[in-house]
């Protein structure tokens, strides 16, 4: 009885182990794309901990969200909400174009993409500055700060992920057959999207 | 399963799923807290079921090439608490006198799945081994020369780990009767005839009346 693989298979010419099993059938680097999206899930879920304590479980929980005599942006908010969600389309299609073979559809995805991030950034740093209130205002705005900012770090990531997808765009990278560069960030930006949705239906719309 | 986030284009219809689910929340919670609370519950629910139900993609059929000298066959059996069963050992036997058989049986190391996840594995892979073992010995006091080997607890990889490493011409699946088998039921056998281009045969064996997995 043997409990290893077998070496030799007569006119069977291999060197070296087997070829890997890949039996999970999930390529590695989409494995390490998911693992971290996992942890990213872990991380928001610990803060919408917080924020649900805050709001629903806290005794001291204020009746109004947020008290009184503060506002959230919602209007603002929203229209941001919609630049972003548009971002996740032009996301779409320039991965779309890629691999049909259409290069400069590719790059003005890219590049249309990269653009509503970055006005979604803007606008949530000029929202920080008018909002009318500050981390030491009490909890509500610090989960507030907290949860924003942390999404907004995640768009500052995915950001630096589609301009180096841009830069090695115009380079001449990427090709209908190779575009694995493309698709990775594109799944960071849809969850970063997703994440986004929620943060906005919870912390000012609910 | 299929993650959610498994390529571009999923992640992309899971961000349309969730703008949908999202203002159906948000609209029911402006009516009633509770009632979006409610809405909330049955769409994670139902997201869960959903989740837990479907099947993933089919995997490409893989092409087994023969090894060995071109009069040798080389016969997989794979078998879980059957492997020492009258009916297998009788399909061993037909398959050995029809010429010159290499035989290789392997015995996955039934396990539960929360066993499995805390790797737990140890005591699944001994009585996976004790089996294996008494088959062996069985096999080899009727003349019948064959290895051995405890593979994953999950047949089917167990079946494709045994078609790398060991390149069979024919495989041979031993199950409970059907209303029996957990292997039946979740559809080994199909799913192997469909994965490997080879003749995979089944099996089935009844233990009696202490028969119940």
């Known amino acids: ?206 | 399963m299929e993650s959610p986030f498994r390529s571009e284009a999923a992640a992309f219809r899971f961000l349309l799923i969730t703008i949908g689910a999202f203002a159906l929340i948000v609209a029911a919670s402006w009516i009633d807290p509770w009632l979006g609370f409610a809405v909330w519950v049955l769409l994670t629910a139902g997201a869960v079921a959903v989740y837990l139900h479907q099947r993933g993609p089919r995997p490409p059929r893989q092409h087994v090439e023969h090894v060995g000298l071109p009069d040798e066959r080389r016969v997989l059996v794979v078998a879980n608490e059957t492997v020492g069963g009258e009916e297998l050992m009788s399909a061993i036997g037909e398959l050995a006198l029809a010429g010159r058989t290499q035989f290789l049986v392997v015995c996955p190391a039934l396990n539960s799945r929360l066993k499995t996840w805390t790797s737990d594995e140890d005591p699944a892979r001994a009585a996976a081994q004790k089996r294996l073992g008494a088959t062996i010995a069985r096999l080899a006091s009727v003349g019948i020369e064959a290895r051995g080997e405890v593979g994953d607890a999950d047949p089917l990889v167990a079946i494709e780990d045994g078609v790398r490493t060991f390149h069979p011409d024919e495989v041979v699946i031993s199950t409970h009767p059907e209303g029996r088998s957990n292997w039946l039921e979740r559809g080994v056998v199909s799913a192997a005839r469909e994965r490997f281009d080879v003749p995979v045969t089944h099996v089935v064996v009844d233990l009696g009346p202490q028969d119940t997995t």
Do not use: C
């Open chain 1, 1 to 206: 009885m043997t409990s290893h693989a077998e070496a030799a298979h007569g006119s069977h010419e291999h060197h070296g182990p087997p070829a890997a099993h890949k039996s999970s059938r999930v390529d590695a680097r989409v494995l390490g794309m998911l693992l971290f999206i996992g942890s990213e899930i872990m991380l928001f879920g610990s803060f919408f901990a917080v924020y649900f304590f805050v709001r629903v479980a806290n005794p001291n929980a204020p009746s109004e969200w947020p008290p009184a005599p503060y506002e959230f942006p919602v209007f603002v908010a929203g229209i941001n909400t919609a630049i972003l969600v548009t971002s996740s389309f032009t996301m779409h299609w320039a991965l779309q174009s890629i691999k049909r073979g259409q290069r400069p559809a590719f790059l003005a995805g890219m590049v249309l993409t990269f653009v509503m991030g970055l006005a979604f950034l803007l606008t949530q740093v000029i929202e920080y500055l008018h909002v009318g209130f500050n981390t030491g205002d009490g909890a509500f705005a610090s989960v507030f700060f907290g949860l924003t900012g942390l999404h907004g770090a995640h768009v500052a990531v995915g950001l630096t992920l589609l301009g180096m997808v841009i830069i090695r765009g115009f380079r001449g990278h990427f090709s209908p057959e190779h575009h694995h560069g493309v698709e990775l960030p594109g799944i960071y930006w849809h969850f970063v999207d997703i994440m986004w949705i929620v943060v906005y239906s919870t912390v000012y719309l609910l």
